[in-house]
DNA sequence: TTGAAAGCGCTAACAC
DNA sequence: GTGTTAGCGCTTTCAA
């Protein structure tokens, strides 16, 4: 592997000009530059990171650090990357264990010691925000409330979950079920909150009964159907608080023999990609992942270079898209 | 954040005694080892990764690459890390952008500045792997037919796709459409191949129409199953190169107006987690990516260990799983 | 505009 | 069993 001494070697000049001159600093003639540059692309030179970060530099290399297997964040992540790319970053990511295991403390550590900053998507939140707080590198929270102690960006979880709730009053439900999320996690309690206001305010069917526990997974989702299922009086609609509930109520749903939308109407939150695609597509709330990802590297970027902007928290607005699992009630497709 | 100085400082030791006693190296008595393991742990000290790479240390980290976005990657990966941190390795990710662009040589030069050794899921070949061969770190490759010159780590492509044919005729079907997958890929040709070899062994139709050109994506799945829909003697069953076009070929089934699997037999491969969730739940082949990652990682580790294993290829084998998609030509669900 | 010196945190190699 | 020395590749600071 070429390295800097080389490329100054070849080039006659001192290892600081080359330096200078491959990471387009000031300081160096016109010419000087040229010739180094040319050199250092001639012999496949490539800076080594390792190195940049300990001697106190720059690396241009974000971490991101969230649970991969959740089909959100997967997403989330790819627009990461693509929004750190579009501003000359590259992004490398850790993907966390399961729930709770092994204290990721070192986790930051680690991607901080080769990143210039590191955006957290939390997973679960207290237990884990403490120790990166201990941490001393630039972070950048997704799905948090607070925008303590890290600024945050977060979609309009709330406003959202109105959304959804109202769209589905408006097709005449007047019954409708509740599929909780995780709700350790802000937007669980969120989404949640959002539908118990919406239902005292539209005058919808009340009852905790039509609460039914999930865990934003799609075995807590079939479950939490079946509950609702199972009901004296069974909803007429069912709101899930993400789209992955949303599929495994729809198993439920079939497993007790009735359709989706003709005997139930049904959404989710997300609007993961899958969401389209299923059979019959899922009607969802929109999260704004693209500009989401982009918030969060330019909230990022602002703390690499400085300028502090403690206590900010971006708040990304929702949108409903009517696709075709929920319908007027009692009414058919279309 | 404390420092292996700071560490040996306090233990009234030598930094080299301390590094000793921190990565459990032989050489320090039983008692200065416990106390500077006691101090370390107190002041929360982590070793420093850039430093150790630096230095010609080993970080304990291993570099994965891959197209994050396609399900199956993601899922490869997540096995990865599982089989990493059982050896006590952590796991970095680069996910690749978009076919083609940017020459990722240099991300394996990132990777490689951090990490003792990358895996390297190949999201399509040649020009890819010439870059890679430059680089003069462990590498091992998944999905990739010949150990050359990279050892490499690959599911049995060709009998997981005779089953799947079997399996079809098995059930009575004489007229088997085929969605091939990105024929860059090795996988691909060998399914394919696999599909070719048992039509003429086992006398079923043949004719080129019957295979149709996909992609290994959703969309291309759903336009190729459309041509073979169109054909003036259509399938009556379709055997897709991966899950993903088998979904995508599942929406252009239902949009025909036809039912899967009463009118049109469906298999997929891969096995991806959405196979078995979706409904009606698809039959497919299964790739044994636990596996396939225990496999991967054992062979970076022994090429870190010094051992090297030039030019060995591991085959692992797949499974049909019936699910309900695939029944009997002109039969019944049950 | 350029260069020399020092040091980031760590580990190999060699002393004692 | 322990310490010393040197150096990984780079960037900072200061000097020319």
Redesign the pocket.
Known sequence: ?P???EVAKIAG?????A?RAV?NR????ER?RDEIMRIADEIGYV??RA??K????QTHLIGVIGQLYTGFTSELVLNIGSAARAVDYEMLVYSLPAENRSPPGNVVDLLNQVADGVIVILPYESDYLATLTRSHIPIVTIDQTKPDPFPAVIADNYAGARLAVQHLADLGHKRIGFITGNERLASARDRRRAYCDMRSQLNLDQGDDLISKGDFQQKGGYEAAKRLLALKRPPTAIFAANDVSAFGAMTAIRQAGLRVPEDMSLIGFDDIPLAAQLHPALTTIRQPLPQMARAAVNLLLAMIAGIDAPSQLITLPTQLIVRETAIKIGGRVG
Chains 1, 2 share one sequence.
């Open positions: 592997m390295t800097l001494a000049v001192s290892i600081m000009t330096s990471n000031p300081g160096v003639s000087t800076a080594n190195a940049q300990l001697s106190g530099g």
